[in-house]
């Protein structure tokens, strides 16, 4: 049902659609650029994969063109709450030249394996309230950083870095409020961690951010440093 | 936009008169008091190696592959129209940009500065801008000489810059180079100004009637477009792939450049090749395009592309154009060693403030570059998303990694929304002068160390912290009890930053070592800034005793990622402990194990140590500078201006033979040196061999014709013949190529005099203290030939 509903959003929206009028193939410099881009600069590899490297949370990008029409690839990256209400997928804030060329590269990749089954993203847990940090933790983090905070999550052991162990007070107690609220606004790249670690800024309400916050200072049973204690934001 | 002259060092050749001999200083009681600092450190449980030195050192490993250079020549570059034919959005969005209304021919681009007729005027000189039919120049009056009549051929700068924007002017000369014209005009100040570092060292100041033209570190026109190792500039970045190198067969120097606005090239590199291989159907299909997507790059990376020019650098070889590896050229951390151009929090000390953001908590744990904020193409600003934004002020260049402060920005700001106060540049990003200009022209800059205001603690390095810089009423210390009241604890300084600032306060070797020889330290600006105050302060050549925690210290940090910091525990552990086996042992392996990159590792670590024994040389240590300048040609026997630096303290010495041997040793590496040759002139004609000094000087201007101070030496051994008319014309030759060389004035003074021309005589005594007012002969021979002068009528 929901699947159908989604499809009917994207006749509205991105149906007759074309990508800056480029329908020329990618070049394999342009390609390689994409590619690059992916797997260093954004975080979509944190849980898709692209041949056989990255996370297992999403769907595999490597056959995506089999299962996706261009519109829909285009559509997710754009804004995938949109698309599929509830999904697991943030929505990452990118200049247009970017996700169009993502999606070029996506749509024109060459078979190399048999498509798996063409399951569309799905929420990792269900809705939960903005004040419930311990829900929100389980929906969006604890498949990385592992329900107890970790860093052991289900997806970790796919990621070229391991995930913060958010129960480890040596580890916490040097991060201030504001980094931790920075980072999962921002994402990991902007902290100069992984940038596979994606930005929720764009997906989650200031409310959700600090329930967030609050239960991660729950799990290392610790503050930030002094100095950031002064309340101000 | 005009600069100051950045300092470059060690790998060029300097003077051509040997400075005299000064007794060697390092005395027995600065050995023994070192040796006293030492014991008491034993008895305090430090163990020291003091192990006496026998026999000759090891061989240090030859070279096993020297640099291989990329051939990239002028005809390399395509020009950005043939950019714009495929990449149109792209080019239109830079020919907005400051880049590409940098510079120019003086036709195509605005110039700000009026070039009216009406006279800039100084105490001793009248300077004339005038536009006639499109063409603009400056006619230079004083009395007694000619009107000096110089076009001016390239236009520097347009005075963009928010935080004070000058413009400049190049004039190109007969021996092929485009020189600096010391008249610049400030657009924020509405004045003309001179530089005067180098000079009288007042900075930057307007021209006034009380300032003698001499004053201008560019008067005479010395500063040439480019980078060439003979005239100290950092002019290789004012304009696009400027080249600029002397042409010893056509005896004239060669400068090319493209344009002097900043085009794509500058950034992307070399562009016909990528145009030829688009257009080949294999060429595309194998993704090799000839070109690499800037977009790709790494944070450092990144980083790299706007170093080329936005770093103060030392330069390792000549020949630097974009497209080439900048490693191999230039080190971008040495600068650091001697001028501490940045203070221990990354605040200009001096001059350069892009380089700061090295220091930044946005870069050392963020992921900030400078696109992070600046598109490369518009010059516009954006988010860290690279959503454009509207102004340099916007906020959301910092909120947008910075999110939390956004959420509530008065909580964090104490200042009425959108009021200036409230912006996050007027608390971390304000516009301070750069230091070593002074105040009198505003030059002020973004600090891009990205700090947080600590009125105090700024106040006691210098700075006018962020708060002062608007509530100037308030004292320092008011000011921090306010920061208090509304944040508590001030966040601390980074640890290398601490560190650094606590050593600058001890006189303890170890515990300073303990501070700032720290090698799993993150902050890599810090570290080597620390490393190189450490290296300064605490470590003489071949010392006697050292603590063996400095040594494993500077051990572990050998084998740093970063290649200068690298380079600096190599140079510390072979300057002050060279000679003992184990250190030894270190720096064999560190060369067995430094692969490919080991002619970058030698090129730093020569260029340190010969910037160590320079600084003896200039103290007056010839001794010291000869036993470091030997330690350097052990990492790079091959390099021919440490051959000659070499030279140069054995001539300080009196030992001429030495002095002679190295000189011609540096012209065996690399013939193409008329200084070198000078240098051997000098000293053969000081050991009394003067046909053989002229066939020195002689062949230095084969190479060079207007050479100034192969004319003026030539000039000395004519003098010394007392052949004057062949004396007079040399002097002359060096004048009209450097009229700032007072004694070739004072001896063609002389020369006038006797020959009974005291008109002309009294002219060149006058220029004479034109640049060397203090010069005491010139002072007596001008009232000599002034009370002789009045006599005679």
Redesign the interface.
Known sequence: MRHLLTAGVLALSFGTRELDGQNSAL???G???AE??LR??LPCLGCHTLQNEGGRIGPDLTSVRERRSTAYIAAMIADPQRVVPGSAMPRM???EA?RDLIVRFLDELPATAPAPDAAAPTPAAPAAAATDGSALYARWCASCHGAGGKGDGPNASFLPVKPAQHASRQAMEVRS??AL??TI??GG????RSARMPAF?ATLT?PEIRALIAHIRSLCNCRG????????? | MMSPQKKRRTRKPETAAPPDPIPTRFTTRRLLALLAAVATLGVAGVLVIRKPVAGPPTPLPPARATFRDTAIAAGDFAGTEACGRCHAPQVAAWKGSTHARAGGVPAAVKIIASFNGAPIRFRDAQVIPLARDGRFSFTVRQAGLPDQVIPVDGVIGGGHMEGGGTQGFVTALDDGTYRFVPFDFSRHDGKWFCNTLGRTNRGWVPISDSLPIAACVDWPPVRVLGDESRFSNCMSCHGSQIQVALDTTAARYRTSFTSLGINCESCHGPGKRHIALVQDPAA??????G?T?L??Y??DSSLGVCWQCHALKDRLQPGFVSGKPLAAYYSLRTPQLGDQAYLPDGRVRTFAYQQGHWYSDCY?????TCTSCHDPHSQGYRD????PLPGRFDDRQCT??????A??ST??THHTPSSAGSRCTSCHMPYLQEPELGNAIRFARSDHAIPIPRPVFDSTSGVTSACKGCHADRSETALETQLSA???????HARAIDGLLRARATSDRAAAARLVLVPDEKHTAVQFDGMAYFLERFLDADMESIERDVVSRLERIASHGDIDVRALALASLHFSRGNDRDVRGILIRALDGAGNEESYLRARWGMILGYLADKQRNGGNPSAAITIYRKALEVEPSAAPLHLNLGLAFAQTGDAASAIAEYRRSLELDARQPLALVNLGIALDDGGRAEEAIDAYRRALRMNPRDPLANFNLGNVYLKATDLANAATYYERAIASDPSIALAHLYLARIRATQGDLPAALTQVRLTLQFDPSNEEATALREQLTRVTAEAR
């Open positions: 070049t394999p410099f390609a390689a650029k690059s881009i260093h600069q804030p990118m200049p970017t409020d504001d609220y920075d606004h921002g790249a902007i902290m100069n800024g200031d440093p002094e100095w950031s204690r002064d309340g101000t934001r | 595309v299909a194998s993704g090799n395009i070109m997507a977009a790709t790494g944070k050392v744990n963020g992921g900030m860290v998303n690279g959503t947008s990694c910075h999110a939390s402060k959420v509530n909580a964090h509304w944040y508590g604890t001030i966040k601390p």
